[in-house]
């Protein structure tokens, strides 16, 4: 296709490519997790111990996160507020078990200025708390409900154990606060936000996903029922990706929140809270990328194609790449033009790395030809078009992408789930076949306490479908009550 030089210049990025800095997900799945986000440059790490600095390729994944998420909400009726980040220590006492969930992981202001505070300050771990006492200062009537807000700031949990995205002191989320006169309409919502978020990861991600309820003991601490979503990773462990809770009238008692109703009867109202965080980073990155770096969704990617000039020091080549850039920029193709003096291959091997969903290749035969390359990320799959087509040829193969990515992490996940009749087949299901145990449950606690000891798994949720497997517990053997999903999990 290429002159000579071209070839050698082809030839050099197969025998030294970057993508060598990366270890392979099968020899060290963990470190290949910390290689891929560190060399497609999407953190760094800050001299603040479990907290990141978003580097822009990793920003920019989230501003696209949030501004698909953000359309969605509002769809539904969704006001965006903004709370303050800290919480009076009395406000965050007023119900029971949220401030025993949160305790250990909250940090405090104690100290302004050069004066001691007269009450410890709470760096919010989440904002129940702060929607809680803004609820029972504004809502007073039927007239006021319902009241459905939503936040985008930064939390703070001080995590013993951190890793980017995945588990990290401080990260950026949405959380979602909502009051309502009822308790249908709070079950409603809380049903309608998990639809959003799965929706979201199927069509944006192209992640699949298991949805159903947590139990008790995994559920949010104060709420009546935590809804879930639930992603598998490459390597079979789950990643909670999005929550949804319904805290029924607990929050509305703890903190006062009542209303005039229609018949001037004085009710409580109930709440529901949801949110999804830059951990669904960690979930893109952990279903979809490969040895060789990032693989992102053509949709959520900040850049869907790179345009890599071949051999652009010579005449044309450079002006031709420009015009095929405007071109697609009008089109409204995310696309970025490498002119950089770094060779074709080290570009070819970045733009793998960061996971851009295609580059363009057009070189001198090329322009002659009327014709460039495109090659597809998740593939690597070539495909020489004409320039004349080459937005609707583009728009074709990104949108391919998107769709055989989704289908090659839903054939992982359904490949990935076994089913245990017994404890026995239980605990060897889980030491040796990586993936989610579909197993019955009596719903002791006792009996998930012990799955957890023996096996380091636990429930990740009860499915909305259930399905009869056995009549009988798989770790006690009582009569069982509910189909669950076990798995490891980050």
Not at 283 to 302: E, R
């Amino acid at each position: 296709m290429y002159k000579n030089i071209d070839r050698e210049v082809y030839k050099m990025a197969k025998e030294k490519k970057l993508v060598e800095k990366i270890t392979p997900m099968d020899e060290d799945f963990a470190k290949w997790y910390t290689d891929v986000v560190k060399n497609a440059e999407l953190i760094e790490y800050s001299g603040i111990r479990g907290c990141m600095v978003l580097r822009p390729n990793g920003y920019a994944i989230w501003e696209n996160i949030q501004k698909v998420l953000d359309k969605k909400f509002k769809e539904t009726g969704v006001e965006n507020v903004y709370m303050p980040m800290l919480i009076p220590e009395s406000l965050l006492q007023k119900e029971k078990d949220h401030v025993e969930g949160f305790a250990p992981e909250v940090a405090w202001v104690t100290q302004g200025g050069n004066e001691q505070l007269a009450e410890r300050l709470c760096v919010r771990p989440t904002s129940e708390t702060l929607f809680c006492d803004l609820y029972s200062n504004i809502v007073h009537s039927y007239r006021d409900l319902p009241k459905v807000y939503n936040q985008w700031c930064s939390v703070m949990r001080w995590e013993k154990t951190t890793r980017p995205f995945l588990r990290t002191s401080e990260f950026l989320w949405q959380e979602g606060h909502t009051a309502h006169a009822t308790a249908e309409e709070a079950e409603e919502r809380t049903i309608q936000m998990l639809n959003v978020y799965a929706s979201f990861c199927e069509e944006y991600l192209a992640i699949p996903l298991l949805k159903g309820r947590k139990t008790d003991k995994e559920k949010f601490a104060g709420a009546h029922a935590t809804y879930t979503i639930e992603a598998m990773m490459h390597d079979g462990k789950a990643l909670q990706s999005g929550t949804s809770h319904n805290f029924g009238d607990g929050f509305a008692k703890a903190f006062g929140i009542q209303y005039t109703d229609k018949d001037n009867s004085l009710k409580y109202v109930h709440q529901t809270s949801w949110g999804m965080s830059t951990r669904i980073i960690g979930a893109i990155i952990m279903v979809h990328g490969d040895d060789s770096g990032l693989v992102l969704p053509p949709k959520i990617a900040p850049k869907q194609t790179v345009i890599v000039p071949i051999a652009m020091h010579k005449e044309g080549v450079l002006d031709k790449a420009n015009e095929l850039y405007e071109k697609l920029k009008a089109a409204g193709i995310r696309v970025e033009l490498d002119d950089s003096d770094k060779s074709p291959g080290w570009k070819f091997s970045e733009q793998e790395i960061q996971g851009i969903p295609s580059r363009i290749e057009i070189g001198p035969k090329d322009i002659e030809a009327g014709q460039c390359v495109i090659v597809r990320r998740d593939t690597r799959e070539k495909k020489v078009v004409s320039l004349d087509n080459v937005v609707n040829e583009l728009e074709a193969i990104l949108e391919e992408e998107q769709k055989d990515m989704f289908e090659r992490a839903k054939k992982h996940l359904y490949e990935s789930l076994f089913t245990a009749t017994n404890y026995d087949e239980f605990k060897d299901t889980i030491a040796n076949k990586p993936g989610f145990v579909k197993a019955m449950w009596c719903g002791d606690v006792e009996c998930e306490l012990k799955i957890k000891e023996d096996t380091t798994a636990t429930s990740r949720c009860i499915p909305f479908e259930q399905e009869h497997i056995s009549d009988v517990c798989v770790c006690c053997g009582k009569p069982a009550t509910k189909m669950v999903y076990w798995g490891k999990a980050y």
